[in-house]
């Protein structure tokens, strides 16, 4: 079973496309994040959701869009991709306030070419 | 500016040789500090949080300590299990977001 997936693992595309990364939890939380792991390997948040509602939004290009359905799901729509969008994009959950305890998922590879 | 610095990148021990890992920060107004493992093609795995210099905290061959400006993740005779990236990160008194460290790549030889 399991808690926190994301679809699709892997992404290839070119630069100008328009992509979509789903994700799912299963635990029940009422928080979701969207984290961004770069080249350089830090990890960095980008948007967070509770109960549907945005609550953090980083500074962030207007060209990602996260879309909260419900709950259990947050998406993240990706328009016009650049080169420097290539990254490993993680999504999370937790309880809201437990933050640090969120349980990720397998991350999507993201490249731009 | 939040910030953690993780030493060393990367770490080679042999099974049984036991470490540290080492995280320098500088936040304002330390919420908490908190360690991951994240292991290659998964996200990041919760491990600790420590909230105060003095802090220890355990789990199995793994120890993490806390002071004003650093924290320690000790290994005690490290399994080749136990290889992985280990992720340190912050977050301020302020607010809820987590700044991450590069990570320390442990490899554990049999």
């Known amino acids: 079973d399991t808690a926190v997936s994301q679809t699709p693992k892997y992404l290839v595309t070119q630069m100008g496309n328009d992509k979509s990364i789903k994700c799912e939890q299963n635990l029940g939380h009422d928080t979701m994040y969207w984290y961004k792991q770069d080249s350089k390997k830090f990890l960095k948040i980008m948007f967070s959701?509770?109960?549907?509602?945005?609550?953090i939004n980083e500074t962030v290009p207007n060209r990602f869009s996260p879309k909260s359905p419900d709950k259990a799901h947050l998406n993240l729509h990706i328009n016009s991709l650049e080169l420097g969008d290539s990254a490993v994009y993680f999504c999370?959950?937790?309880?809201?306030?437990?933050?640090?305890?969120?349980?990720f998922g397998q991350g999507t590879r993201l490249t731009v070419v | 500016e939040d910030q953690v610095t993780q030493s060393p990148e990367a770490l080679r021990l042999q099974e049984g040789e036991s470490s540290s890992l080492n995280c320098s920060y500088t936040?304002?107004?330390?919420?908490?500090l908190f360690w991951y493992r994240q292991d290659p093609g998964k996200g990041p795995e919760f491990l600790f949080t420590l909230y105060s210099a003095g802090e220890e905290k355990e789990k199995e061959r793994l120890k993490a300590t806390l002071t004003k400006k650093e924290s320690f993740l000790h290994i005690t005779a490290p399994k080749p299990e136990d290889s992985a990236t280990y992720l340190c990160a912050v977050s301020p008194g302020s607010n809820y977001k987590l700044t991450f460290g590069k990570g320390t790549l442990l490899t554990v030889n049999p």
């Open positions: 959701y509770n109960n549907k509602e945005l609550i």
């Open positions: 999370a959950s937790s309880q809201l306030g437990q933050y640090a305890e969120a349980f």
């Open positions: 936040v304002s107004g330390l919420r908490g």
